[in-house]
């Protein structure tokens, strides 16, 4: 009898005992990654002009980026996380365009007199934890029309 008697206090003392668990509701924001397009047509930069054309604080990616020149006078500086990684001309990139996928050198060409017509170069897939910067300088005197500009990436704040 003692030992059912002993039994049943251990009982009754564990179930005093258990720790009683709670469970609160808690809210958070998934931050979701923000979808952006630039599309230009025309666009001008002055002789010797620099821009910027993306300038993203956060983690994101570049999905492709194409700009389509009337001359080759152009240099594309881009950083990935405050490093640069790209600063070439239009001619040294097409000349390691053959080496890479992600970045390439090209001419368009009227197909009906075999004329060149634009010089342009295309980016893709590039992806980054902090920051990314794209830039295009005019390496001439006069000024340079991009017949297009078109990017699109996406970006995490």
Do not use: C
């Amino acid at each position: 009898m003692a030992l059912a008697r002993d039994v049943a206090l251990a009982l009754m003392l564990a179930k005093r005992l258990k720790p009683e668990v709670k469970l609160e509701k808690v809210e958070a924001e998934i931050p979701r990654p923000k979808t952006e397009i630039r599309y230009e047509v025309d666009h001008r930069l002055s002789g010797a002009g620099h821009e910027t054309l993306i300038d993203e604080l956060g983690k994101g990616e570049l999905s492709e980026f194409v700009a389509l020149a009337e001359s080759s006078s152009y240099r594309i500086i881009i950083q990935v996380d405050g490093k640069e990684v790209l600063n070439a001309t239009w001619s040294e990139i097409n000349e390691l365009s053959q080496e890479l996928r992600e970045v390439n050198a090209f001419t368009a060409i009227n197909i009906e007199t075999g004329e060149v017509t634009g010089y342009g170069f295309n980016l893709v897939n590039v992806k980054w934890v902090k920051s990314f910067r794209l830039e295009i300088v005019n390496t001439s005197t006069s000024s340079l029309k991009f017949k297009k500009i078109m990017a699109k990436w996406e970006v995490v704040k």
